[in-house]
């Protein structure tokens, strides 16, 4: 998808585009319409139009205790699916009849 989406960019000279820190100053959508207008500014197509979306990230430091927050864009986002504890079997008889018993 994402090599469709270059091929369908209809942005042809990039900018470069410096968005700021998020140092918590303004508040959260702010922030990511920021984020999101910078992305946009060199990736225009119908496949950002319709399937890419916005993740927040917030990584802490233990020593400095800063803190840095992100608005990355994303097209597929993995998921984690949780193993079964147990499941359920099923027996179901199925009788085959031979033309030759009847």
Same mark, same amino acid.
């Given at each position: 998808?994402?090599?469709?989406?270059?091929?369908?960019?209809?942005?042809?000279?990039?900018?470069?585009?410096?968005?700021?820190?998020?140092?918590?100053?303004?508040?959260?959508?702010?922030? #990511? +319409?920021?984020?999101? /207008? $910078?992305?946009?500014?060199?990736?225009?197509? %119908?496949?950002? !139009?319709?399937?890419?979306?916005?993740?927040?990230?917030?990584?802490?430091?233990?020593?400095?205790?800063?803190?840095?927050?992100?608005?990355?864009?994303?097209?597929?986002? #993995? +998921?984690?699916?949780? /193993? $079964?504890?147990?499941?359920?079997?099923?027996? %179901?008889?199925? !009788?085959?009849?031979?033309?030759?018993?009847?």
């Amino acid at each position: 998808m994402d090599l469709l989406h270059e091929d369908l960019n209809r942005v042809k000279t990039k900018p470069y585009v410096e968005v700021p820190d998020h140092d918590g100053t303004r508040d959260d959508e702010e922030m #990511s +319409l920021i984020f999101w /207008k $910078a992305f946009l500014a060199r990736n225009r197509s %119908i496949i950002v !139009d319709l399937m890419y979306g916005q993740l927040k990230s917030t990584v802490n430091c233990l020593t400095c205790n800063n803190v840095s927050i992100t608005f990355d864009p994303f097209l597929t986002l #993995s +998921l984690p699916i949780p /193993k $079964a504890a147990f499941f359920n079997v099923a027996l %179901i008889p199925y !009788d085959i009849i031979d033309e030759e018993d009847k």
